[in-house]
């Protein structure tokens, strides 16, 4: 049985599991070893996720089969003071990918977004990030690019991306 729940700070470890199993399948070919250390310690240490978690409204949630987590995501409503909600993370563990569990979050974060009448839902992904089809399978749009800066000379390099919500 699938289950969808609210993961809080003693879910942090597993949270960091799945980004650190994941995280190297995903951008292994895309970013340099260092940038990917880099940025899992700077996204997913203890400080930052409950700084998410406690004081920029980030809401965690976790995707189980049979009590095993498989995946999680994260998400913000209101975002920068707009009726937006936004998708931070959204991660599945390589062997539960293309089984319909991503579905499920992104449609559990679209009823979340409509229980708290955000118009829509944006989010970033990589610029080559397979995942950005992913997302214009489900509907998002691409809106546009962005360049984010990063210590020692790192770069994110991604695809705007929104959902409307009807």
């Known amino acids: 049985m699938i289950?969808?729940?609210e993961?809080?700070?003693?879910?942090?470890?597993?949270?960091?599991?799945?980004?650190?199993?994941?995280?190297p399948v995903a951008y292994g070919s895309i970013l340099p070893k260092a940038q990917l250390d880099y940025m899992l310690e700077k996204f997913y240490s203890d400080t930052t996720l409950t700084d998410n978690l406690n004081n920029k409204n980030h809401h965690f949630l976790l995707v189980k089969e049979?009590?095993?987590?498989?995946?999680?995501a994260s998400?913000?409503?209101?975002?920068?003071?707009?009726?937006?909600?936004?998708?931070?993370?959204?991660?599945?563990?390589?062997?539960?990918?293309g089984k319909g569990m991503g579905k499920l979050l992104i449609s559990e974060i679209e009823k979340i977004a409509n229980q708290l009448n955000q118009i829509g839902i944006s989010l970033n992904v990589n610029r080559f990030n397979k995942a950005f089809h992913?997302?214009?399978?489900i509907g998002?749009?691409?809106?546009?690019?962005?360049?984010?800066?990063l210590?020692?000379?790192?770069?994110?390099?991604?695809?705007?991306?929104?959902?409307?919500?009807?």
């Open 7 to 23: 993961a809080n700070s003693a879910d942090f470890n597993t949270i960091r599991e799945i980004a650190y199993t994941t995280w």
């Open 66 to 72: 049979n009590n095993n987590c498989l995946g999680f």
């Open 3 to 5: 289950l969808i729940s």
């Open 140 to 149: 998002f749009e691409c809106i546009g690019e962005e360049d984010i800066e």
């Open 75 to 97: 998400y913000e409503p209101d975002y920068l003071g707009e009726k937006i909600l936004r998708l931070h993370k959204i991660y599945l563990l390589p062997g539960a990918q």
């Open 151 to 166: 210590d020692f000379g790192y770069l994110m390099e991604d695809f705007k991306m929104f959902k409307k919500l009807s």
């Open 134 to 137: 992913f997302y214009t399978k």
